[in-house]
């Protein structure tokens, strides 16, 4: 995919992260730093990598749903946002002809339930994506965050006016990508992330240089049966 010139990319996760407080971004893009890792941060990590493996040997049943085709660690990406992201998991639902039906993004969170709205601005950025990359005959009008401890899954309403706030939040961010100082902190941000990360003020004080990448595992699985 040809990239726009000059054009100022973020992740979904960068997304996810200014929704819950814009310093996040301001210190990712602006500060180097080394991102604190804790056991609970590991464990989370281990927990995440290992729930493809499981998936598959599970029906839909936890999403409610009795048929369907599921791809692992899908990756997207939109020129026109300037977005890219890898979803955990998409589940296609055929309609008549073999036409899609359905196409929804899921999401793994080693969480006991808890989250924000950034979690459903993650999953309506995946949804306006798929959307775009897919050529879906109908919208994208739902997700699940599956909670791995508790081995459930919520299901979450993608409406428009919410994948609407995606560009909104993304025209946003250059400014917190470039400021010269922080942006005003969200107030109990620098305590704990909702994701069981270090709060960003903690991150700061531990902050070196620091640059990592991330491999992409793209995953087809037959249709559930």
Not at 123 to 137: D, F, I, K, N, P
Not at 211 to 217: D, F, G, I, Y
Request: with cysteine; net charge positive.
């Amino acid at each position: 995919m040809e990239e726009m010139p000059n054009r100022q990319w973020f992740t979904v996760t960068d997304l996810k992260q200014h929704e819950y407080c814009p310093r996040i971004v301001y210190y990712t893009y602006c500060l180097p730093l080394i991102r604190p890792t804790t056991f609970k941060m590991e464990a989370g990590a281990q927990a995440h990598d290992a729930a493809p493996d499981l998936e598959r040997r599970r029906s839909l049943k936890a999403y409610r749903l009795q048929d369907g085709e599921r791809e692992f660690d899908v990756w997207l990406e939109s020129v026109e946002l300037g977005l890219r992201g890898r979803v955990d998991m998409v589940i296609t639902r055929l309609g008549g002809s073999g036409m899609a039906g359905e196409i929804i993004p899921v999401e793994y969170k080693d969480s006991p339930g808890r989250g924000g709205p950034g979690w459903t601005l993650q999953l309506a950025a995946y949804g306006v994506m798929l959307e775009s990359t897919r050529g879906a005959q109908r919208a994208v009008s739902r997700g699940f965050v599956y909670y791995i401890p508790q081995r459930r899954a919520r299901e979450f309403a993608l409406s428009p006016e919410l994948k609407a706030q995606v560009a909104v939040t993304l025209q946003a961010m250059p400014s917190c990508a470039a400021a010269s100082a922080a942006p005003p902190a969200v107030e109990g941000a620098g305590r704990r992330h909702p994701s069981g990360h270090a709060g960003h003020d903690r991150v700061r004080a531990n902050a070196g240089a620091s640059e990592s990448t991330r491999q992409v595992r793209r995953v087809r699985v037959s249709p559930v049966l």
